[in-house]
Nanobody, 115 residues
Framework: VQLVESGGNLVQPGGSLRLSCLAS????????MSWYRQTPGKERESVAT????????NYADSVKGRFTISRDNAKNTVYLQMSSLKPEDTAVYYC?????????WGQGTQVTVSS
């Protein structure tokens, strides 16, 4: 099982980034997928979740209206489109898959929002 995030970068405030998470080793279309983020000294927090079919999404209040989660089950990939980025969005972003009690995590990708 592997989840590999990509797309993290340094971006100016107000800018945009798209993160990708490529899954392998399990039946991707059966799993709900989430993006989390973590900064040093803080707990990992949920950012967005999408159901296995893509028909349902949920967002943290802090990113609503700015971030969009989506998935392509044919490509075994989940995305996080981030816009109007703020310095407080700086974090390591992780993707997670979940089906019942079974969870897998990626290694994370760094997003830094700074001028």
């Amino acid at each position: 099982v592997q989840l590999v995030e990509s797309g993290g970068n340094l971006v100016q405030p107000g800018g945009s980034l798209r993160l990708s998470c490529l899954a392998s080793g399990f039946t991707f279309r059966y799993y709900d997928m989430s993006w989390y983020r973590q900064t040093p000294g803080k707990e990992r927090e949920s950012v967005a979740t999408i159901s296995s079919t893509g028909g349902s999404t949920n967002y943290a209040d802090s990113v609503k209206g700015r971030f969009t989660i989506s998935r392509d089950n044919a490509k075994n990939t989940v995305y996080l489109q981030m816009s109007s980025l703020k310095p407080e969005d700086t974090a390591v972003y992780y993707c997670k898959s979940r089906r019942w009690s079974e969870e897998y995590w990626g290694q994370g990708t760094q997003v830094t929002v700074s001028s």
